[in-house]
């Protein structure tokens, strides 16, 4: 089972042994597979559901209303001028009487605050409306690109929300569960780069040195100042580096409102307030404990592994570190791919093994093990022609890039799949 899937199944599990008065879920943002998860949860849930998905950045209530009247073929009453408050009492009376009910709110980034009036009231109407008798319950889901801050702020108790998935380790954080006393910094770059303070995308950072420094500062965890004098002003005094490593570090502070780092004994390195959730912590983690472990668990830490590493390292930096740092991970990723192949192989799970040969061999096509695994698996599968393109690739590429031939272990590997691809 691939993450995404073991993450939806146990999200599954969590929203079916919810208590009712959680009843405000909301899809994590930072999950790539909100479809699918919605799905999951809908089947789970086995209630009527009224799905609203709201159309542009700025919907206000009265375009949600029109939406939900229209699920509910007519039902509601004209919005006019009630508040947030009178249209969630208006809504449980028309549906408090029926079946339980999942309403399904998607786009949700793109709510107004009049929607979070509403959708908080919803959520509490729930209490109210038991003291008349009428006691069905209501799921609202949530799916949005962005957390809800301000619907948060404006329930009357946040043990109403549950996230779902939530994973520390493929970096999915309970925001709800943080510690508050702390910042927490997520730190995403496998990919082109993603900073979150306590939920919160950061979107500017004045210039490319403040983004580059910041970057910098959390893949080494700890560096000395002279490291960052050779790393980003080589050619300029000690003087003018020290004037512009200090204007940048300030910088950073201001754009996370927060010192990223402490200086002590010679280092810099990260401040003690900060809970840090580095993707490539967890990648390096995930790849280096599959090592060790039984197969079982090995094949569970490969494939966190490769779904944290979505792409390359900062792939729209240039800069010679990254440049280094990217070719690191990538070997450890093609790593990843390659041992994850041989335990389907191990499983006869040849198809799933393919597919990740040829997306490692994707990335290193000078790989003689590589192609071997791929010519072999295809001739077994019946595909001989494919497994001779994969050795014309690789003669090629080779040929190319070292002006070297295929080892006589691979030019064997080919000359049989000739012999049995020939007429009788």
Known sequence: MMAYRRLIESARQTFAALPADRNVLILHPQFRYHNALIEALVEA?????????LPHPGTDLAAVWDALAAELGGALPLLGAMSPAAAAEAF??????GPPLMMVLGAYDFAEDSVHDFVARLAAQRNELARFGEAASCIIMLESRVWPSRLIDRLDTPDRVVTLPV??????LDYM???RSRVLLEVRTLGPGQVLVDGRKIEQWDGALPRALFFYFVDRGMTTRDEVFMTFWPDLSTREATNVFHVTKRKISEILNV???????????????IDLHYDVVSFAEAVQNSAVAEPDEAQFLLERAISLHERDFLRDF?????VRRRGELRAMYVDALTALARLYEDRGLNTEALGLYNRAFGVFPQREDLARSQMRLYEQSGHAS???LVFDRLADELRTSLNVAPSPETEALAEAVRQKMAPA
Not at 92 to 97: K, N, Q
């Open 45 to 53: 849930a086995g209630r009527r559901v009224l799905y609203v998905t």
């Open 92 to 97: 449980w009376r028309v549906v408090g009487s």
């Open 167 to 172: 994973s520390a380790e493929d970096m999915l």
């Open 177 to 179: 569960a943080a510690d």
């Open 259 to 273: 010192d990223l780092t402490v200086y002590s004994s010679g280092f810099y390195r990260i401040a003690p307030n």
């Open 318 to 322: 240039d800069q010679a570190w990254v």
């Open 386 to 388: 494919r497994a001779l």
